[in-house]
């Protein structure tokens, strides 16, 4: 189905490990982003990309890294997961300066 | 992006229109503003945008202010299923950083049977 999916939905990992989550969308959207959601702070940006190959910070991205070979991916790493990263993981995607479409998320828990 | 300013909380009976306002007094001219909901645990979801003109879609309509300094998201029959926390955000739509799209606290709002 058309659409943006995530992997896995749910993730339990140990502080140290690495861990990457998932992020597929079939549009072939040119933008594709990553927020956290954590209570009391509502949604905040990780890394965006602008396109294959082209990537850039967000609000937050100390402990995160991100990679985009191909237009619809966008893998989003913890090198060395810490207790902090626990949260909700939202990836997004969109075409040039329009709405994003966000999909259904990824809840870790580092413990 | 100018700030917004909503409701925290607003209820709404079942198959009655829902209202949610949303200020944004410092709006520039070239400063859209949409909206988005997100359902419990679910994913934030596109509802609606518009600049200047009122604007309507298959999911609910959105009515801009003449002074642009507030609008109103129309969500004509609320059903059960439109319980969620709605946000309203400004933001530029050509030029600037396509992407910055800042959500705020947003309104819960509760449909009740």
């Known amino acids: 189905d058309a659409g943006i999916t995530q992997s896995p939905r749910y993730k339990i990992t140990e502080t140290g490990r690495q861990v990457t989550l998932m992020c597929h969308q079939t549009?072939?959207?040119?933008?594709m982003f990553w927020y956290r959601q954590d209570l009391g702070h509502g949604l905040r940006l990780i890394y965006y990309?602008?396109?294959?190959?082209?990537?850039d910070k967000g609000e937050v991205p100390d402990g995160y890294v991100v990679s985009r070979s191909k237009t619809e991916n966008f893998p989003l790493t913890l090198e060395s997961a810490t207790r902090s990263q626990t949260s909700v993981y939202f990836c997004?995607?969109?075409?040039?300066?329009?709405?994003?479409?966000f999909g259904p998320g990824t809840r870790l828990t580092v413990t | 992006d100018a700030k917004t300013t909503q409701p925290p909380s607003m209820d709404c009976a079942e198959g009655r229109a829902a209202n949610l306002p949303c200020n944004h007094s410092?709006?520039?001219?070239?400063?859209?503003v949409y909206w988005y909901r997100q359902i419990h645990s679910q994913g934030p979801q596109y509802i609606i945008h518009?600049?200047?003109n009122n604007e309507t879609n298959e999911m609910a309509s959105l009515i801009i202010t003449e002074d642009r300094k507030s609008s109103t998201l129309i969500l004509p029959h609320a059903t059960l299923r439109d319980t969620a926390v709605y946000y309203c955000?400004?933001?530029?739509?050509?030029?600037?950083?396509?992407?910055?799209?800042?959500f705020g606290k947003g309104t819960l709002l509760t449909v009740n049977p």
């Open positions: 997004a995607s969109s075409e040039f300066h329009r709405e994003q479409y």
């Open positions: 549009w072939s959207h040119s933008y």
């Open positions: 990309s602008a396109a294959a190959d082209i990537t």
């Open positions: 410092t709006i520039s001219g070239n400063e859209y």
């Open positions: 518009g600049l200047k």
């Open positions: 955000i400004v933001r530029v739509e050509s030029g600037g950083s396509n992407y910055k799209l800042t």
